[in-house]
């Protein structure tokens, strides 16, 4: 935290985006609402405000950030698009798709953005709060999930507060998060081959027409979302579980049942849009471990099963 405050909590409106903007041109750490979950950001051309995003979360230098735009123009001066990234980017943004492009040699980004990679990972919100607070700000943000690092990820602003409360400047409440998964991340290589690096909740069949996209196991980090074991609940989990033992949490769907349910009519997208949310109160209950039911891996049922397999391991 850049000051000796308690994180401050604004409402999502102009007087909260307008304060919040000052922060962040300030050099300090806001937590903002998107379409995905909560980002903390700072602006990404300030090594030090960068420096505090990687303290906040206690997160590895390593792991690198995701840079947020407002327009296509923005990004243009952090990567070199070829035309097929382009193209994938007029017809994704704004929306929960992050691309993976060479960094611009002359891009005006804090050299720890990359984590020391030649890559730059980008990306338009569609979240209104957030696209208002880039032009309010007038600054590029970096923006990880506001949590501590390998932490659950937040989709509400209690979310945020019960992890960095003290940690961080202000948070931005905005309500819940609409999809409640981080963002599908694509890199765009120089040869056109596409690479999906995280799965998420962005429909990659509209992206069919580009050519087709491999989920190809990264030999090195090129990505947030990468590590083996992330989103993790601080207990053990047990998926594809039928029923709870009794000292465990049970997270149920469709007709199993359980504490809580990620969706009874077993939808996958309401699934989605309250794993996290099921993760925190499995989290705060009294039994020592947590049991998920089986999710089908269909749909953005692929991202929730890449999401839970992490926090189990």
Same mark, same amino acid.
């Given at each position: 935290?850049?000051?000796?405050?308690?994180?401050?909590?604004?409402?999502?409106?102009?007087?909260?985006?307008?304060?919040?903007?000052?922060?962040?041109?300030?050099?300090?750490?806001?937590?903002?609402?998107t379409?995905?979950?909560?980002?903390?950001?700072?602006?990404?051309d %300030?090594?030090?405000?960068?420096?505090?995003?990687?303290?906040?979360?206690?997160?590895?230098?390593?792991?690198?950030?995701?840079?947020?735009?407002?327009?296509?123009?923005?990004?243009?001066?952090?990567?070199?698009?070829?035309?097929?990234?382009?193209?994938?980017?007029?017809?994704?943004?704004?929306?929960?798709?992050?691309?993976?492009?060479?960094?611009?040699?002359?891009?005006?980004?804090? !050299?720890?953005?990359?984590?020391?990679?030649?890559?730059?990972?980008?990306?338009?919100?569609?979240?209104?709060?957030?696209?208002?607070?880039?032009?309010?700000?007038?600054?590029?943000?970096?923006?990880?999930?506001?949590?501590?690092?390998?932490?659950?990820?937040?989709?509400?602003?209690?979310?945020?507060?019960?992890s960095?409360?003290?940690?961080?400047?202000?948070?931005?409440?905005?309500?819940?998060?609409?999809?409640?998964?981080?963002?599908?991340?694509?890199?765009?290589?120089?040869?056109?081959?596409l690479?999906?690096?995280?799965?998420?909740? &962005?429909?990659?069949?509209?992206?069919?027409? &580009?050519?087709?996209?491999? %989920?190809?196991?990264?030999?090195?980090?090129?990505?947030?979302?990468?590590?083996?074991?992330?989103?993790?609940?601080?207990?053990?989990?047990?998926?594809?579980a !039928?029923?709870?033992?009794? !000292?465990? &949490?049970?997270?149920?769907?469709?007709?199993?049942e359980?504490?809580?349910?990620?969706?009874?009519?077993? %939808?996958v997208?309401?699934?989605?849009?309250?794993?996290?949310?099921?993760?925190?109160e499995?989290?705060?209950?009294?039994?020592?471990?947590?049991?998920?039911?089986?999710?089908?891996?269909?749909?953005?049922?692929?991202?929730?099963?890449?999401?839970?397999?992490?926090?189990?391991?």
């Amino acid at each position: 935290m850049s000051g000796k405050n308690a994180t401050e909590t604004l409402g999502a409106d102009a007087a909260g985006i307008a304060r919040a903007a000052r922060i962040l041109q300030s050099g300090g750490l806001v937590a903002v609402p998107t379409e995905t979950v909560y980002g903390l950001a700072a602006r990404a051309d %300030d090594t030090a405000a960068v420096a505090k995003i990687y303290a906040a979360k206690g997160r590895p230098g390593f792991n690198p950030l995701i840079v947020h735009v407002d327009t296509l123009t923005q990004a243009e001066a952090l990567a070199e698009f070829s035309d097929l990234a382009r193209q994938i980017a007029r017809a994704a943004w704004p929306g929960p798709l992050t691309l993976v492009l060479p960094r611009r040699a002359d891009a005006p980004l804090a !050299d720890a953005v990359s984590a020391g990679l030649p890559t730059i990972a980008l990306r338009m919100p569609a979240h209104p709060v957030m696209r208002t607070l880039i032009r309010e700000s007038g600054c590029v943000l970096a923006a990880p999930s506001a949590n501590l690092s390998n932490a659950i990820s937040p989709t509400t602003a209690a979310h945020v507060a019960a992890s960095l409360g003290g940690r961080i400047d202000a948070i931005l409440d905005g309500g819940a998060c609409e999809n409640g998964l981080e963002s599908t991340i694509l890199a765009v290589r120089h040869d056109g081959t596409l690479d999906i690096l995280r799965p998420g909740p &962005f429909d990659l069949a509209r992206l069919r027409g &580009f050519g087709s996209a491999a %989920d190809r196991p990264a030999a090195n980090i090129e990505a947030p979302g990468q590590l083996r074991s992330h989103y993790s609940p601080g207990k053990p989990v047990r998926l594809n579980a !039928d029923k709870p033992h009794q !000292d465990e &949490f049970m997270i149920g769907f469709g007709a199993v049942e359980g504490h809580c349910t990620l969706s009874a009519s077993g %939808d996958v997208a309401e699934a989605g849009g309250n794993l996290y949310a099921a993760l925190h109160e499995a989290a705060a209950s009294q039994l020592p471990r947590i049991a998920v039911a089986p999710i089908p891996a269909e749909g953005i049922g692929t991202a929730i099963n890449d999401r839970l397999r992490r926090a189990a391991a």
